[in-house]
């Protein structure tokens, strides 16, 4: 079996120590790295080719969505999983 390799980008360890616990746990998944930052995320796609990056939209610095920008024009086929505790109102 293929394992699917999947970079976690958040700000908080707890919260990418919780998800690699809960990856972690599903066969065929597997974390390659973690990132806190847009700058570590994009240098570590850069070397770690993963298949799915899932982050926060609040980073530090430079947010979640100028990462998704940076990404759709420099690795257009990476899926990316957006997880956010943000409370927005429609």
Do not use: F
């Not at 610095?61 to 920008?69: A, S, W």
Request: net charge negative; charged share 20%; glycine share 8%.
């Amino acid at each position: 079996m293929k394992m699917s390799t999947i970079l976690l980008v958040d700000d908080h360890p707890l919260m990418n120590e919780g998800l690699r616990h809960v990856i972690a746990r599903e066969p065929g998944l597997d974390i390659c790295g973690m990132a806190g930052t847009v700058q570590e995320a994009l240098a570590l796609v850069e070397s770690i080719k993963p298949d799915l990056l899932i982050t926060d939209l609040s980073l530090p610095g430079r947010n979640g969505l100028e990462l998704i920008k940076d990404l759709g024009a420099t690795h257009p086929g990476l899926p990316i999983l957006v997880l956010s505790l943000h409370d927005e109102l429609l």
